[in-house]
């Protein structure tokens, strides 16, 4: 077994203080890029201790920004620290770190979008565990930017489903930010009022651990929300069995009328003509009370819903690819329209 490690502490040479390193580079915040800096070095320590122990480990930070939790990161001494920043301006703040460390901390600094970066290309092969095995000496940290969080951890947990990407190296862990209503949602468990699709796609492939919140006035600008930090651990085994579109598919449509009971939802998987027949038969074979709301089924009871869907397009293969919004769906162009379209439709 390998031994513990033993969490170090290095010491970087005095650098400029965030506060200073924003004024002397006259980094004003872009709001198309959802730039809130973090400014407390308490509280960026906190979100790295968050992590866990992770001295040795190969570390990516998305959307580093000024530097601040970078800084934070490589005081762990880790082995590695990989930085995808899509805002150019930061470049030479980053640097600044890189210098302050380079004789202990190998760093990758990459302008670009984390939605389009491949990150297997900068991570060391040798961090591979297999799934089975605790998680390997890789973590993803980030206090996200919020145009993209929720399309970016759907995105992450079809990588993880699949075992592509940063899981191709295991069951890799993250500590993220999200707008605090955002994360009270992905944690939220059955019964609970925030409970809805992200709550279950998200710990049907995780354990997720609401750690704490962050108030938006220990940002600068000050958020209109507040912020919620999340680890996430992918589960050796998700509860769910079938693949990650099937899955999403069925979840999205069970929650796509929430205050109405479930089955209503349930009915629009299949078309018109036998939608009320083939609901029932799916809830009959899964064995849930069709008058239950989407809030009140169990993560393991939508795992036997989506068995029961499973095997009836075994047998009626033509249903698969009914979709009930195909008539409904709107046109979208820009990236930040297709952004909102997908947090519209998760939330
Ligand atoms: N880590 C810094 C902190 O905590 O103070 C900055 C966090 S700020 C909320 C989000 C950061 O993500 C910004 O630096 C922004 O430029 C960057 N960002 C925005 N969209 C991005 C994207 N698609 N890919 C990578 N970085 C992005």
């Known amino acids: 077994m390998a031994a513990a490690k033993k969490a170090l502490n290095i010491r970087l040479p005095p650098l400029p203080s965030i506060k200073d390193v924003i004024r002397l580079y006259k980094l004003r915040a872009l709001r198309e890029l959802s730039q809130n800096f973090l400014m407390e070095p308490r509280l960026i320590d906190k979100i790295v201790r968050a992590a866990g122990n992770i001295t040795g480990n190969v570390i990516c930070e998305v959307g580093p920004g000024p530097g601040g939790i970078t800084r934070s990161i490589v005081q762990q001494a880790p082995r590695k620290v990989i930085l995808i920043e899509k805002d150019p301006r930061f470049i030479p703040t980053l640097e600044l770190i890189a ?77 993220l930010t999200f707008q605090k209503e955002v994360a009270e949602r992905m944690a939220a468990r059955i019964l609970s009022p925030q409970r809805c699709r992200l709550s279950v796609m998200c710990q049907n492939w995780c354990n997720v651990n609401y750690k704490f919140d962050i108030s938006g006035a220990a940002f600068l600008p000050k958020p209109d929300v507040d912020v919620g930090v999340v680890t996430l651990t992918p589960l050796k085994h998700p509860l769910i069995k079938q693949p990650f579109k099937m899955v999403e598919k069925v979840i999205r449509q069970i929650f796509s009328m929430r205050q109405k009971y479930s089955i209503r939802g349930a009915q629009t998987l299949f078309p018109e003509e036998v939608r009320e027949e083939m ?23 939508f795992a036997r ?24 769906i709107k046109k979208v162009d820009s990236d930040s329209e297709k952004m909102n379209a997908a947090e519209e439709s998760i939330l």
């Open 99 to 175: 210098d302050a460390c380079k004789n202990n901390v190998e760093m990758d600094i990459i302008t670009g979008d984390i939605l389009k970066t491949d990150l297997t290309t900068f991570i060391p092969e040798d961090t591979k565990r297999e799934w089975t095995e605790p998680p390997p000496p890789l973590n993803l940290i980030g206090n996200l930017p919020f145009s993209v969080s929720t399309i970016l951890i759907i995105r992450w947990l079809e990588m993880m489903s699949k075992q592509e990407g940063p899981w191709a190296y295991g069951r890799t862990r993250m500590t």
């Open 305 to 328: 819903i989506c068995e029961a869907y499973n095997e009836i397009i075994k047998k009626y293969p033509e249903f698969e690819n009914y979709d009930y919004r195909a008539p409904k």
């Open 279 to 301: 609901a029932l038969k799916m809830y009959q074979m899964a064995d849930i009370d069709p008058v239950t709301r989407p809030f009140q089924i169990a993560n393991m009871e």
